[in-house]
T-cell receptor
């Protein structure tokens, strides 16, 4: 079945450092790919998405490119801030129609940014 | 403001009791979902509903029940049959049922603790 694998955390960075959180997936067909962010005690917020190969999603300085050849959707940001500290989830929605719009999530990566 | 509301934010339950978690959306979305989140894990789908008066089991439906009598409401009951109910529960909705590229939007979550 479909699955998502994220790099384990926590990831600890200093302010203004470059961020990469790796995400790879296994899916049949052509899934849509998402990054969600969760701040402490809150629900998930959509950060960015990409719906087809070579698409680049971007928002708030974060970017991720849908790479079908490597089945990856790595999240990057050029200069992190303390306010970026959160849990980041990579997710996919398969194109086969099973479970409607069901999302398959990775385990999440904790990001801690120090000032 | 359009969005998804969940109540209560925190819920405590004694063993052997059923509890119902509320989820309401005013986004006019057709599809609604319930996920469970445990520490260090991704989200797992409990139930989903693509239209009113219809719902389907997700990956971990045992010990849970739902109803979908109105488009805007999708309550989740955690029954006494659920062996390990302590978790963070997230409700989501999306505009398009079935295969598509639309996004799921999440509520703020309910943290359930069994005493």
């Amino acid at each position: 079945g479909d699955s998502v694998t994220q790099m384990e955390g926590p990831v600890t960075l200093s302010e203004e450092a470059f961020l990469t959180i790796n995400c790879t997936y296994t899916a049949t067909g052509y899934p849509s790919l998402f990054w969600y962010v969760q701040y402490p005690g809150e629900g998930l917020q959509l950060l960015l998405k990409a719906t087809k190969a070579d698409d680049k999603g971007s928002n708030k300085g974060f970017e991720a490119t849908y790479r079908k050849e490597t089945t990856s959707f790595h999240l990057e940001k050029g200069s992190v801030q303390v306010s970026d500290s959160a849990v980041y989830f990579c997710a996919l929605r398969g194109s086969t129609g099973a479970y409607g719009n069901k999302l398959v999530f990775g385990a999440g990566t904790i990001l801690r940014v120090k000032s | 403001d359009g969005g998804i509301t969940q109540s209560p934010k925190y819920l405590f339950r004694k063993e052997g009791q059923n509890v119902t978690l509320s989820c309401e959306q005013n986004l006019n979305h057709d599809a609604m979902y319930w996920y469970r989140q445990d520490p260090g894990q991704g989200l797992r789908l409990i139930y989903y509903s693509q239209i009113v008066n219809d719902f389907q089991k997700g990956d971990i439906a045992e010990g849970y029940s739902v109803s979908r009598e109105k488009k805007e409401s999708f309550p989740l009951t955690v029954t006494s049959a659920q062996k390990n109910p302590t978790a963070f529960y997230l409700c989501a909705s999306s505009n398009e049922a079935g295969v598509g590229t639309d996004t799921q939007y999440f509520g703020p979550g309910t943290r359930l603790t069994v005493l």
